[in-house]
């Protein structure tokens, strides 16, 4: 008799002890997401793609600020990066952006139509799974009172199992697809930084990789720039002018030898893009302590006196031996 | 272990329960589906689709808002910081490297002209541009006398709900944002905000 009360205890347990290692699971799951999703990343470049995926790139065609690599974008993440610098928190910076671009401009679910049931579905599941939970056992602890009359009631005890594992099983399978579900839509595309020059995720167009290579510019990644320039002149050969920006980048790389390799045909041409190549030649050969570089910078001067950087070329003379 | 008499101690399961069993497992079914259902929509909208009728975010949400900060650096290596003093304010937004910019700055030099002595000002952002470029850009149109404050973050043009270049913004003698206008502006719709705002006329 023991033994037989033993074995049905076993039987008894085993879909509760199923359900509870789901729920467990469920609950592991969830902890990993949610520290993964919602804790701070080491980095603050990482930070800021964070924040950026949770809004709306207001020049584009469904794409967050993290994704785009639109002019308002890449300033939209200058303005992130500088909040997060004075410590504002990611809400704060999200209701920054809604004062100026409006509700529309925040990629997080709202909180009203069909937003609203992904808030509640979850909480809703969770309940019903806890009253259902507690309903079984209650009911345990009646027939453990009572166990005639539950053997009457029940039947063999397997016959009744297999659909409370499947309510509590289904129930921690909900749960535990809503919540991770849910942290994705919060830190939706929180794509990596642009992947610089990455296969996939690499620009198509000319227009494409100057805009990168602006942007790169911008960022001081001077090297970077004259790759994205080098891309660019792949599609686009005959640019003297893609050719006399990468020739300045090179030169701002520190790579003087290389730019005034890629000026020199060009200050020698007589195209729109002397100007700038002869001031790029003469700089390089000066960074080379050249002596053609007084002669460079003043047949510069001299063609081109009222450049915007004739002043700055006339002191730099000045300081040259 | 079971005794062969067994089947009749224990009676099959009334319908009722079965019925119940069947219930609760189609409960669970629909709110699985349900779920799903608002995943989708979630998901859908997360890609930017922000459904009908939608026109996307817009700086429009600043009207009738206070002006945001404008202050920095200005093209002539002065220092600029815009404050309410009774004026109404054009702002726009430029840069070198923008084409319709290069029509629009013509016809804003032009209205700042028409419009000198009405308590009306002129006030651009240079974004993301470089001092050198910009300069000369204007040098080449021949556009004088334009305060410019760089911007080369872009960070004065977000401030300002800019969602590209050029955009026009007019602020009122309040320091109110009352207008914006996407684009190149016309120096229609300028002048007539600027009736609307100064209460005055141009001269023509």
Redesign the interface.
């Known amino acids: 008799m023991d033994r037989i009360e033993g074995g049905l205890m076993n039987r008894r347990r085993l879909p509760f002890a199923l359900a509870v290692g789901l729920a467990l699971l469920c609950a592991a799951a969830a902890a990993v997401l949610v520290a993964r999703g919602a804790g701070q990343p080491a980095s603050l470049d990482a930070r800021v793609q964070q924040v950026a995926g949770t809004l709306s790139c207001p020049a584009c065609e469904a794409e967050s600020v993290a994704a785009s690599n639109a002019p308002i974008a890449q300033s939209m993440r200058s303005e992130i990066r500088q909040q997060l610098r004075q410590g504002q928190t990611p809400q704060q910076i999200r209701s920054w952006f809604r004062n100026r671009y409006g509700d529309q401009v925040v990629l997080l679910p709202g909180s009203h139509g069909p937003d609203l049931l992904l808030w509640v579905l979850p909480v809703v599941v969770l309940l019903g799974g806890t009253a259902a939970g507690v309903a079984v056992v209650r009911r345990r602890r009646r027939d453990r009172v009572r166990p005639v009359a539950a053997v009457a009631r029940n039947g063999p005890r397997q016959a009744v199992a297999p659909w409370r594992l499947a309510v509590v099983g289904c129930t921690c399978a909900a749960v535990g697809a809503a919540v991770p579900a849910l942290i994705m839509t919060h830190t939706a595309s929180t794509q990596p930084e642009q992947a610089t020059l990455s296969s996939d995720l690499a620009p198509a167009t000319v227009a494409q990789w100057q805009s990168l290579a602006g942007s790169l510019e911008e960022q001081d990644k001077y090297a970077a720039a004259v790759a994205a320039w080098r891309k660019a002149l792949q599609l686009h050969p005959q640019s003297a002018a893609m050719r006399t920006s990468m020739a300045f980048d090179l030169l701002r790389a520190g790579q003087a030898a290389k730019a005034e390799k890629v000026a020199r045909p060009i200050a020698s041409g007589n195209g729109s893009q002397q100007a700038m190549a002869l001031l790029v030649l003469g700089l390089a050969q000066r960074n080379q302590h050249d002596p053609a570089a007084v002669h460079t910078l003043r047949a510069f001067l001299h063609r081109y006196p009222h450049h915007p950087a004739a002043g700055q070329v006339e002191r730099l003379l000045r300081e040259m031996p | ?1 079971r005794s062969p008499t067994r089947p009749l ?5 009334p319908r009722r329960r079965a019925a119940a ?1 069947r219930l ?2 189609l409960a ?2 629909v ?2 589906a ?2 799903l ?3 989708g ?3 859908a ?6 459904g009908p009728g ?1 026109t ?7 009207d009738g ?1 206070p002006a ?1 900060t404008l202050a920095g650096t200005t093209l002539d290596g002065g220092h600029f910081r815009l404050r309410p003093d009774g004026k109404v304010t054009v702002v726009n937004i430029w ?1 070198s ?1 923008c084409g319709p910019c290069r029509e629009e700055l013509p016809t804003l030099a032009q209205v700042q002209h028409r419009w000198q002595g009405h308590d009306v000002r002129l006030v651009t952002i240079n ?2 541009d470089g001092p ?1 470029a910009a ?2 850009f204007l ?1 080449r149109l021949h556009v004088r006398d334009l305060l410019a404050v760089s911007d ?4 004065l ?9 050029p955009e026009t913004v007019v602020v009122d003698r309040h320091g109110i944002v009352r207008a914006r206008w996407l684009g190149a502006v016309q120096g229609a719709w300028l002048d007539e905000e600027l009736q609307r705002w100064t209460g005055s006329r141009a001269a023509s």
């Not at chain 2, 101690?9 to 399961?13: E, I, L, R, W």
């Not at chain 2, 909208?45 to 922000?50: C, K, L, P, Q």
């Not at chain 2, 043009?157 to 270049?165: D, K, L, M």
């Open positions: 272990m101690d224990q009676p099959a399961p069993r609760g497992i669970v079914a709110a699985v349900l779920l259902a608002a995943l929509v979630a998901v909208r997360g890609s930017g689709d922000t939608a996307g975010p817009t700086g429009e949400a600043l808002k945001p840069a490297w974004t993301k050198v300069r000369s040098h080369p973050q872009g960070r043009a977000v401030a300002w709900g800019a969602t590209g270049v």
